[in-house]
Nanobody, 120 residues
Framework: QVQLVESGGGLVQAGGSLRLSCAAS????????MGWYRQAPGKQRELVAG???????NYADSVKGRFTISRDNAKSAVYLQMNSLKSEDTAVYYC??????????????WGQGTQVTASS
């Protein structure tokens, strides 16, 4: 059993900052890529930022220069520092990880989601 638990969402004024955290736990052998996705009402889920096991990162054009993804492999955790938040960043943010388990299974795991609201 593998779980991803997110924290750090909330309500902030436009221009403010939030930091999301996501910790993986359970029967984990190895975590490959990790990432953050978001889904706004009436829209499809989209990739916000991703990070490989060696720390290479990629970002959606809409967040480049404002958001920073990082990870702590020792803690099986991934973070998203969000600065200069805009109203259009309002969405439910989901943590995602590509995980090999101790039972030699491989899959894509998701957190439960955390609401981020930037009010203008």
């Amino acid at each position: 059993q593998v779980q991803l638990v997110e924290s750090g969402g909330g309500l902030v004024q436009a221009g403010g900052s939030l930091r999301l955290s996501c910790a993986a736990s359970g029967s984990i052998f190895k975590i490959n890529a990790m990432g953050w996705y978001r889904q706004a009402p009436g829209k499809q889920r989209e990739l916000v930022a991703g990070i490989t096991i060696v720390g290479s990162t990629n970002y959606a054009d809409s967040v480049k220069g404002r958001f920073t993804i990082s990870r702590d492999n020792a803690k099986s955790a991934v973070y998203l520092q969000m600065n200069s938040l805009k109203s259009e960043d309002t969405a439910v943010y989901y943590c995602n990880a590509d995980i090999w388990t101790l039972m030699a299974s491989h899959g894509d795991y998701w957190g439960q989601g955390t609401q981020v609201t930037a009010s203008s």
